[in-house]
Every structure is written in structure tokens, then in C-alpha cells.
T-cell receptor, first 115, second 116 residues
């Protein structure tokens, strides 16, 4: 069965410093992997998507993620945090065991950015 | 450029009352989904509709029903609300699913539901 684990429930960084949000997944198939961001009182917005074309995936707002099959990881990074990056981030894996578009969400990581 | 629209945005119910949450998308997407979000638990799938005319249970369907009214609209009904259903509910849509090729899901802004 597919699953996804976000290793940190809360990450705090200073503005201008790098961001690392960690995600491990479990999948019996070649997974589709996503990172979504949720700002307060808003819905989820897609940051980036991995679909096996390239292991390093670039997303919006300067974020990128690297797919590492050997480590079953899909960590999200950004070289320099901005105050507007403060939000909740979800790592998501497709439920490839069924012939549907069902997604499995991690528990979320809250990113705090300090001035 | 509305995307996915959910109504209402907020609602307070008493235990035992019924309610329907509405969702509409204007992107001509085939697949639609209902999730609930609870603190520390990410999003959990309640029901989904892979295409117009079909609906299926997700991870947490108990206490809910859905209707795929047409291609645009997918409603979620609580027949007899319980305090455990206090949550934030999100509707999402997706172009169409081909096995192993998830497309990004587009989310509404959510309905915040409190049941007393």
C-alpha cells in the first residue's frame, strides 16, 4: 500500500536562509509525487509534480524537489526563504494500486519564516 | 477564472441537522473529489467521482453521501450531522485520470463546518 511521511511537522527558518522540507514515500509502483502549499484559509495550490521525466523537478516560486528512488524520498527545497513562503506544505503520492486518481496526503509541515 | 467554487464558506450546525455542501468547477474536468482536513492528519478522501455518472467511496465515507449532478457539480451531503464531522471540507477536480498518470488536482477554498 502507498503511504507518505513528512518527517517534520514544523520547520522554522529565517528569511533569506535555505528551506528543506522532508518527505519519504512508500509505493509498490512508479509513483506520481506532488508538493502542494496551503496558505491560511485557502485551498491547496500545486507547487510541483514528479512524473519520472526528470529526478529534479522545478516548481513555482523558486521551489524544487529531488526524487531519490534509492532513498524513497522527495524532499522540497528552496535556496532562500521569503516571508510569503510561510504556509503549510503537503507531500502527496498517487494511489497507483487502484485505477483511479486517488491521492494520499502526508500530515503536512508548517513552515514558519522569521524576519 | 473561478476554478473550483465551494459554498458555503462557513457553516454551524446542530447535531442531527442535515446539510449539503456545494462544489462547482468551470475547467471541464472529468474527475472530482471531496476531502476533509483535520489538524495533524492531512487531507482524507471522503468520496470521489472519476467521471460524470459515477461515484465511489474514499477513505472516510461513513456519514456522508454525494451526488455528481452533472460534469460541473459534485455535492456532499451530511444526513445527520455529528460533532465528529466538524472539519474543513475541500472539493477538488482533475482533468482526467489515466493509470499511473495523475494530473494536478485543483482545489476550492474550503468549507469550514462546525457541529455543536
Amino acid at each position: 500500500a502507498q503511504s507518505v511521511t513528512q518527517l517534520d511537522s514544523h520547520v522554522s527558518v529565517s528569511e533569506g536562509t535555505p528551506v528543506l522540507l522532508r518527505c519519504n514515500y512508500s509505493s509498490s509502483y512508479s509513483p506520481s509525487l506532488f508538493w502542494y502549499v496551503q496558505h491560511p484559509n485557502k485551498g491547496l495550490q500545486l507547487l510541483l509534480k514528479y512524473t519520472s521525466a526528470a529526478t529534479l523537478v522545478k516548481g513555482i516560486n523558486g521551489f524544487e524537489a529531488e526524487f531519490k528512488k534509492s532513498e524513497t524520498s522527495f524532499h522540497l527545497t528552496k535556496p532562500s526563504a521569503h516571508m510569503s513562503d510561510a504556509a503549510e506544505y503537503f507531500c502527496v503520492v498517487s494511489d497507483s494500486s487502484s485505477n483511479t486518481g486517488k491521492l494520499i496526503f502526508g500530515q503536512g509541515t508548517t513552515l514558519q519564516v522569521k524576519p | 477564472n473561478a476554478g473550483v467554487t465551494q459554498t458555503p464558506k462557513f457553516q454551524v450546525l446542530k447535531t442531527g441537522q442535515s446539510m449539503t455542501l456545494q462544489c462547482a468547477q468551470d475547467m471541464n474536468h472529468n474527475s472530482m473529489y471531496w476531502y476533509r482536513q483535520d489538524p495533524g492528519m492531512g487531507l482524507r478522501l471522503i468520496y470521489y467521482s472519476a467521471s460524470e455518472g459515477t461515484t465511489d467511496k474514499g477513505e472516510v465515507p461513513n456519514g456522508y453521501n454525494v451526488s455528481r449532478l452533472n460534469k460541473r457539480e459534485f455535492s456532499l451531503r451530511l444526513e445527520s450531522a455529528a460533532p465528529s464531522q466538524t472539519s474543513v471540507y475541500f472539493c477538488a477536480s482533475e482533468t482526467s485520470y489515466s493509470r499511473g498518470q495523475n494530473q494536478p488536482q485543483h482545489f476550492g477554498d474550503g468549507t469550514r463546518l462546525s457541529i455543536l
